[in-house]
């Protein structure tokens, strides 16, 4: 044995006095306080091997080891077939790495000098947890009854450790041992606490019997723990044996300065070979229950809380569950998180992730969905609100390939959170951004008997109603042929299928919240468009392009889904066999559901369990087109009268739609064969993506419109506006501060979905932004460089900027260009709303000699607008129609404004001019102008409808041909029109052009209205300009509450 002699007083480093929490010891650092600015762990290792980082074999190499230093290296590398490799163990005997007689030991490094305050304890009370205040543990636990006891020894900072004499009731920070001039390690001859004439020191590993690396036991940034439990180092011992021997390294350790440690780690080992089984870490007995976060047996817990499991060491993360590695969450054979009444449990499909890459024994489980929260307190179903976490018996191993052999469960109730969301989708909503307090996205239900989430509460002899109890129980589909019907129909039974409370009502969630979305997902929130349909890319067909998680309906594939249309009433398309001699003006196989038809009911109500786990479809299917085809059974629910008179006992019978717009065209029951399946025209998942601006966030909020759950975030450097592209193929942002246009890739089967894929730098300060109805130009309003830049479709890039008579640009509509309709001018107008209230015409092009319209702004309208709020085209003109909501309401004789601070919403359109393309001459291409063309005030509402200032409207979409492909012109159009539901205010319907949405009601967003409420939606006749009553419950007329209503938005916004 090679003995090294005892130093004397002339030690390289004595230490007498207490190091501050802001002092450091002058001996070499372990890995050198300059890496980097952070405080991190880099290293574990009991001197027989590394503990931490974890090692495995590169992905694709079967001899190259890399150590996963972060989580990024455990996705890229680990797999079921590629394992970490197993931790080291120690020897049975008190020996050193040399083989040499000595004491075991364990050693973490750090990136930064400890602040050894933040690590040891100075109070003669710390001996009961080994000198260690709780930022390191050493402790050894019995895996099976979950028992831990703090192993016995002495902890060390650069070979300092708090012990001898009290000083003011506190021990001294000494310095036992340093690496002198050679690196070797050794005692310091000058503490002898207990007068024996031996170093206090002697004994930790390297001052007697030197072995390779000892030095590195000591430095400012490294912490050591020998094992001790007579207070001498010089008589050597192991670890307890039997035991799992764990170092836990928490946030609570410090770097000197105050830095606190980014990643915790964790890292086990056993004396002698590793047989001892992971476990699902449990509290001790007699509880012992497993241990999670949120803790078992808690309650009113937020619903968003991650859910993070612990084991007893570190676990292989395959054998837990599925990593993130872009596939759908899936179940799990080890773990379950389940909700739910026990006669229809729901177990959610979740990925799995270490906390931190140097901490493989607790994991976060990312859930596929959000758990439901608590509902209120009179509602029936609470058992919604209880979680079960269960861990499964045989099924996780750890690092050396052992079982567990035992189960472990949790439970813990959520509290009042953002609940379960099954809201009706398009075409029977408007979609309200509420601004204030707490933002947040409402749904305005056009439907009135559909089977979402709400109040299940009804009169069950229908002989009274109340406002707020559900109409779903008297869907005549419901309450006369539930039981016949495919799907079957019921009435709910609590909030997760509660239902309707009635056309022009707020829809709620499960909590009977009638905020939809609210924080924490949201920060704020501004414009919304809706994009394509969920269901080409979330449904219930066979996997792999359907259900992943192995209970696909055959029957639902994208194969049997075929829609073939034919015209039903003047405004509406209905499903063909309807009438299978006229011949289709449509016949698509395997699109998306269209925007033109509502699910039947709209929405199905919530199953459980689900459709289909992954991805999770919660929804039923809509009515089969099996109950089409029973002639036994038919669709009753048409329409009819949508209010009743509910307070003399008569209740609704019908939809609010004057022409049928929802159809019994969903899949047929799952069948083993082809040959059970019929061809069908819509189904789950319903609904479309909902794009909303969270500018707090700098981030467009990708939703599910109908479940409101968050399907992707994208991030943008200060999103303002947007525009839905015409044909559903890429989606505008403007990014005021930065002068940019964002176009994001909107197209579910691009490579490139939900990605930018061109910046193009406009004008100063731009806002609003619309998009060309035929797919020419996206027109951008630089409000701060008084200017407009236009750019191509074909290109996504500025083509032109025009400055002509605009001031403060901030707004624009666009219509459709005039080509067999209209005047037929052969272009399209665009009105850009200026600040100063005046709207400014641009005209189209072609603009060359032989051309026929200027490109450029040619003039002012004889209005003006005081205060202006929004503008937005007229969806039932189709000649260039428009509507502002402004201040002042116009003279219906003078068209001058009236007083300022009085509400107003004010049509106008081209009501004369040449119909049909006027040539441009030389002498006029340099003199844009109106040539022959005027425009007029169709009406100006006021005060006298209007309860405050409107600031945003939208329409219904119950009656459109979306379903029909859109509008478009061969010289002009960029590209192929989209087949269904584009966004163009135009389709071609047999020979003729007609509106695509031709909306019965206006709606209007008055957030601060002079009297009454906090907020309010106006409903207004489109025909007749009269304000509508929404609540037949109240006398007078009534408007629909909605604090804080700012934004509104419906599938045509522009």
Same mark, same amino acid.
């Given at each position: 044995?090679?003995?090294?002699?005892?130093?004397?007083?002339l030690?390289?480093?004595?230490?007498?006095?207490?190091?501050?929490?802001?002092g450091?010891?002058?001996?070499?650092?372990?890995?050198?306080?300059?890496?980097?600015?952070?405080?991190?762990?880099?290293?574990?290792?009991?001197?027989f091997?590394?503990?931490?980082?974890h090692?495995a074999?590169?992905?694709?190499?079967?001899?190259?080891?890399?150590?996963?230093?972060?989580?990024?290296?455990?996705?890229?590398?680990?797999?079921?077939?590629?394992?970490?490799?197993?931790?080291?163990?120690?020897?049975?005997?008190?020996?050193? =790495? *040399? /083989?040499?007689?000595? #004491?075991?030991?364990?050693? @973490?490094?750090?990136?930064?000098?400890? $602040? +050894? !305050? &933040?690590?040891?304890?100075?109070? =003669? *009370? /710390?001996?009961?947890? #080994?000198?260690?205040?709780? @930022?390191?543990?050493?402790?050894?636990? $019995? +895996? !099976? &009854?979950?028992?831990?006891?703090?192993?016995? /020894?002495?902890?060390?900072?650069?070979?300092?450790?708090?012990?001898?004499?009290?000083?003011?009731?506190?021990?001294?920070?000494?310095?036992?041992?340093?690496?002198?001039?050679?690196?070797?390690?050794v005692?310091?001859?000058?503490?002898?606490?207990?007068?024996?004439?031996?170093?206090?020191?002697?004994?930790?590993?390297?001052?007697?019997?030197?072995?390779?690396?000892?030095?590195?036991?000591?430095?400012?940034?490294?912490?050591?723990?020998?094992?001790?439990?007579?207070?001498?180092?010089?008589?050597?011992?192991?670890?307890?044996?039997?035991?799992?021997?764990?170092?836990?390294?928490?946030?609570?350790?410090?770097?000197?300065?105050?830095?606190?440690?980014?990643?915790?780690?964790?890292?086990?080992?056993?004396?002698?070979?590793?047989?001892?089984?992971?476990?699902?870490?449990?509290?001790?007995?007699?509880?012992?229950?497993?241990?999670?976060?949120p803790?078992?047996?808690?309650?009113?817990?937020?619903?968003?809380?991650?859910?993070?499991?612990?084991?007893?060491?570190?676990i292989?993360?395959?054998?837990?569950?599925?990593?993130?590695?872009?596939r759908?969450?899936?179940?799990?054979?080890?773990?379950?998180?389940?909700?739910?009444?026990?006669?229809s449990?729901?177990?959610?499909?979740?990925?799995?992730?270490?906390?931190?890459?140097?901490?493989?024994?607790?994991?976060?489980?990312?859930?596929?969905?959000?758990?439901?929260?608590?509902?209120?307190?009179?509602?029936?179903?609470?058992?919604?609100?209880?979680?079960?976490?269960?861990?499964?018996?045989?099924?996780?191993?750890?690092?050396?390939?052992?079982?567990?052999?035992?189960?472990?469960?949790?439970?813990?109730?959520?509290?009042?959170?953002?609940g379960?969301?099954?809201?009706?989708?398009?075409?029977?909503?408007v979609?309200?951004?509420?601004?204030?307090?707490?933002?947040?996205?409402?749904?305005?239900?056009?439907?009135?008997?559909?089977?979402?989430?709400?109040?299940?509460?009804?009169?069950?002899?229908?002989?009274?109603?109340?406002?707020?109890?559900?109409?779903?129980?008297?869907?005549?589909?419901?309450?006369?042929?539930?039981?016949?019907?495919?799907?079957?129909l019921?009435?709910?039974?609590?909030?997760?299928?509660?239902?309707?409370?009635?056309?022009?009502?707020?829809?709620?969630?499960?909590?009977?919240?009638?905020?939809?979305?609210?924080?924490?997902?949201?920060?704020?929130?501004?414009?919304?468009?809706?994009?394509?349909?969920?269901?080409?890319?979330?449904?219930?067909?066979?996997?792999?392009?359907?259900?992943?998680?192995?209970?696909?309906?055959?029957?639902?594939?994208?194969?049997?889904?075929?829609?073939?249309?034919?015209?039903?009433?003047?405004?509406?398309?209905?499903?063909?066999?309807?009438?299978?001699?006229?011949?289709?003006?449509?016949?698509?196989?395997?699109?998306?559901?269209?925007?033109?038809?509502?699910?039947?009911?709209?929405?199905?109500?919530?199953?459980?369990?689900?459709?289909?786990?992954?991805?999770?479809?919660?929804?039923?299917?809509?009515?089969?087109?099996?109950?089409?085809?029973?002639?036994?059974?038919?669709?009753?629910?048409?329409?009819?009268?949508?209010?009743?008179?509910?307070?003399?006992?008569?209740?609704?019978?019908?939809?609010?739609?004057?022409?049928?717009?929802?159809?019994?065209?969903?899949?047929?029951?799952?069948?083993?064969?082809?040959?059970?399946?019929?061809?069908?025209?819509?189904?789950?998942?319903?609904?479309?993506?909902?794009?909303?601006?969270?500018?707090?966030?700098?981030?467009?909020?990708?939703?599910?419109?109908?479940?409101?759950?968050?399907?992707?975030?994208?991030?943008?450097?200060?999103?303002?506006e947007?525009?839905m592209?015409?044909?559903?193929?890429?989606?505008?942002?403007?990014?005021?501060?930065?002068?940019?246009?964002?176009?994001?890739?909107?197209?579910?089967?691009?490579?490139?979905?939900?990605?930018?894929?061109?910046?193009?730098?406009?004008?100063?300060?731009?806002?609003?932004?619309?998009?060309?109805?035929?797919?020419?130009?996206?027109?951008?309003?630089?409000?701060?460089?008084?200017?407009?830049?236009?750019?191509?479709?074909?290109?996504?890039?500025?083509?032109?900027?025009?400055?002509?008579?605009?001031?403060?640009?901030?707004?624009?509509?666009?219509?459709?260009?005039?080509i067999?309709?209209?005047?037929?001018?052969?272009?399209?107008?665009?009105?850009?709303?200026?600040?100063?209230?005046?709207?400014?015409?641009?005209?189209?092009?072609?603009?060359?000699?032989?051309?026929?319209?200027?490109?450029?702004?040619?003039?002012?309208?004889?209005?003006?607008?005081?205060n202006?709020?929004?503008?937005?085209?007229?969806?039932?003109?189709?000649?260039?129609?428009?509507?502002i909501?402004?201040?002042?309401?116009?003279?219906?004789?003078?068209?001058?404004?009236?007083?300022?601070?009085?509400?107003?919403?004010t049509?106008?359109?081209?009501?004369?001019?040449?119909?049909?393309?006027?040539?441009?001459?030389?002498?006029?291409?340099?003199?844009?102008?109106f040539?022959?063309?005027?425009?007029?005030?169709?009406?100006?509402?006021?005060?006298?409808?209007?309860?405050?200032?409107?600031?945003?409207?939208?329409?219904?979409?119950?009656?459109?041909?979306?379903?029909?492909?859109?509008?478009?012109t061969?010289?002009?159009?960029?590209?192929?029109?989209?087949?269904?539901?584009?966004?163009?205010?135009?389709?071609?319907?047999?020979?003729?052009?007609?509106?695509?949405?031709?909306?019965?009601?206006?709606?209007?967003?008055?957030?601060?209205?002079?009297?009454?409420?906090?907020?309010?939606?106006?409903?207004?006749?489109?025909?007749?300009?009269?304000?509508?009553?929404?609540?037949?419950?109240?006398?007078?007329?009534?408007?629909?509450?909605?604090?804080?209503?700012?934004?509104?938005?419906?599938?045509?916004?522009?």
């Amino acid at each position: 044995m090679n003995r090294l002699p005892l130093a004397s007083g002339l030690l390289v480093v004595a230490l007498a006095t207490v190091v501050s929490c802001g002092g450091s010891s002058s001996s070499k650092s372990g890995s050198g306080a300059s890496a980097g600015t952070q405080m991190r762990l880099t290293e574990v290792s009991n001197g027989f091997g590394r503990m931490l980082p974890h090692t495995a074999l590169r992905a694709g190499s079967s001899t190259e080891i890399i150590d996963l230093n972060t989580i990024d290296d455990i996705l890229a590398n680990v797999t079921s077939t590629n394992p970490i490799l197993p931790s080291p163990t120690f020897e049975t005997s008190a020996i050193l =790495p *040399s /083989g040499d007689p000595g #004491n075991h030991f364990i050693t @973490a490094r750090f990136t930064r000098p400890i $602040d +050894p !305050l &933040s690590v040891l304890d100075p109070n =003669p *009370s /710390g001996g009961g947890s #080994n000198g260690l205040v709780g @930022a390191i543990t050493v402790v050894a636990t $019995d +895996p !099976l &009854s979950g028992q831990a006891v703090a192993v016995p /020894g002495r902890a060390f900072i650069d070979g300092m450790t708090f012990a001898g004499p009290l000083v003011n009731g506190q021990f001294e920070l000494q310095h036992w041992v340093a690496a002198d001039e050679d690196g070797n390690l050794v005692a310091n001859t000058a503490i002898d606490n207990d007068l024996n004439g031996v170093a206090d020191g002697l004994g930790f590993p390297g001052t007697v019997d030197a072995f390779s690396g000892a030095a590195r036991l000591v430095g400012s940034s490294v912490f050591t723990f020998v094992v001790d439990s007579d207070d001498n180092l010089a008589t050597y011992e192991t670890f307890p044996a039997g035991m799992q021997i764990r170092i836990d390294i928490n946030e609570g350790v410090l770097a000197v300065g105050g830095r606190r440690l980014v990643d915790r780690g964790l890292a086990c080992t056993t004396v002698g070979p590793d047989t001892i089984a992971p476990q699902p870490r449990r509290t001790p007995p007699p509880q012992s229950r497993f241990i999670t976060s949120p803790a078992g047996g808690s309650s009113g817990i937020d619903p968003m809380t991650p859910i993070v499991v612990e084991f007893t060491e570190p676990i292989q993360p395959t054998t837990v569950g599925e990593l993130p590695l872009g596939r759908p969450p899936q179940l799990s054979a080890a773990l379950s998180v389940a909700f739910g009444p026990s006669t229809s449990r729901v177990d959610v499909p979740f990925n799995v992730l270490p906390v931190s890459p140097f901490d493989l024994s607790r994991y976060e489980l990312q859930l596929a969905f959000d758990l439901p929260g608590d509902g209120p307190d009179d509602a029936p179903c609470g058992v919604f609100n209880l979680v079960d976490i269960t861990a499964s018996a045989g099924q996780f191993q750890d690092l050396n390939g052992n079982l567990n052999t035992l189960n472990g469960t949790a439970s813990y109730s959520t509290g009042e959170g953002p609940g379960l969301v099954n809201a009706p989708v398009t075409p029977d909503t408007v979609y309200v951004a509420r601004t204030g307090a707490e933002p947040g996205i409402s749904v305005i239900d056009l439907n009135g008997f559909g089977g979402g989430t709400g109040n299940p509460v009804y009169d069950p002899t229908f002989q009274t109603f109340q406002r707020g109890w559900t109409y779903f129980p008297l869907n005549p589909n419901v309450l006369l042929q539930g039981a016949t019907v495919f799907p079957p129909l019921g009435p709910g039974s609590c909030t997760v299928n509660g239902g309707s409370a009635g056309v022009f009502t707020l829809s709620k969630d499960s909590s009977l919240n009638d905020k939809l979305v609210r924080s924490p997902l949201i920060l704020s929130i501004g414009d919304m468009a809706l994009g394509q349909s969920l269901d080409t890319t979330f449904n219930n067909g066979p996997a792999p392009f359907g259900c992943q998680s192995g209970t696909g309906n055959l029957c639902a594939q994208d194969g049997f889904k075929n829609i073939v249309i034919i015209l039903g009433g003047p405004t509406t398309i209905i499903p063909q066999p309807l009438i299978p001699n006229n011949a289709p003006i449509q016949n698509v196989t395997g699109t998306a559901n269209i925007a033109s038809w509502a699910p039947s009911p709209n929405p199905p109500p919530l199953l459980f369990p689900p459709l289909c786990a992954s991805p999770f479809i919660a929804g039923q299917e809509p009515t089969s087109i099996e109950s089409f085809n029973n002639a036994a059974v038919q669709n009753q629910l048409a329409p009819g009268d949508a209010f009743g008179n509910p307070l003399q006992g008569v209740p609704p019978s019908g939809l609010l739609t004057s022409e049928q717009n929802s159809f019994w065209f969903g899949p047929s029951r799952p069948s083993q064969t082809p040959a059970g399946c019929a061809t069908y025209m819509l189904r789950q998942q319903v609904g479309q993506y909902l794009y909303m601006i969270d500018r707090g966030a700098r981030e467009v909020v990708v939703f599910n419109s109908n479940r409101m759950s968050v399907v992707d975030r994208i991030q943008l450097p200060d999103p303002t506006e947007l525009a839905m592209g015409t044909n559903l193929d890429f989606l505008a942002v403007t990014n005021q501060s930065v002068d940019t246009v964002s176009f994001i890739d909107v197209d579910p089967g691009s490579s490139t979905f939900h990605q930018v894929i061109v910046e193009t730098v406009v004008g100063d300060a731009p806002r609003g932004i619309a998009w060309d109805s035929a797919n020419e130009d996206i027109l951008v309003c630089n409000e701060g460089g008084n200017s407009m830049s236009i750019i191509s479709a074909n290109t996504l890039q500025v083509r032109k900027t025009v400055s002509s008579q605009l001031n403060q640009p901030f707004a624009i509509a666009m219509t459709p260009r005039q080509i067999g309709f209209g005047f037929q001018r052969f272009v399209y107008f665009a009105y850009v709303l200026n600040r100063n209230g005046k709207v400014a015409v641009f005209e189209s092009g072609p603009n060359s000699v032989n051309g026929w319209g200027y490109d450029d702004v040619i003039g002012i309208m004889p209005f003006t607008f005081q205060n202006p709020q929004t503008i937005q085209p007229d969806h039932r003109s189709l000649n260039s129609g428009l509507w502002i909501a402004h201040e002042g309401a116009l003279d219906s004789i003078t068209n001058q404004p009236g007083a300022a601070g009085t509400p107003a919403l004010t049509q106008l359109e081209i009501t004369s001019g040449v119909v049909g393309p006027i040539a441009l001459g030389a002498q006029s291409l340099l003199i844009p102008n109106f040539r022959d063309m005027a425009y007029s005030v169709r009406v100006s509402l006021g005060s006298e409808t209007l309860s405050g200032i409107p600031v945003d409207i939208a329409f219904d979409n119950l009656r459109n041909f979306s379903g029909l492909t859109n509008y478009y012109t061969n010289d002009f159009s960029a590209g192929f029109p989209q087949v269904v539901n584009g966004k163009s205010l135009a389709r071609t319907v047999g020979n003729a052009v007609r509106a695509s949405n031709t909306p019965t009601f206006i709606f209007v967003a008055v957030p601060n209205p002079q009297q009454g409420s906090e907020g309010l939606v106006h409903v207004i006749d489109a025909s007749g300009y009269s304000l509508v009553d929404t609540n037949p419950f109240s006398p007078g007329t009534q408007s629909i509450e909605v604090t804080g209503a700012t934004v509104l938005m419906d599938y045509f916004r522009q």
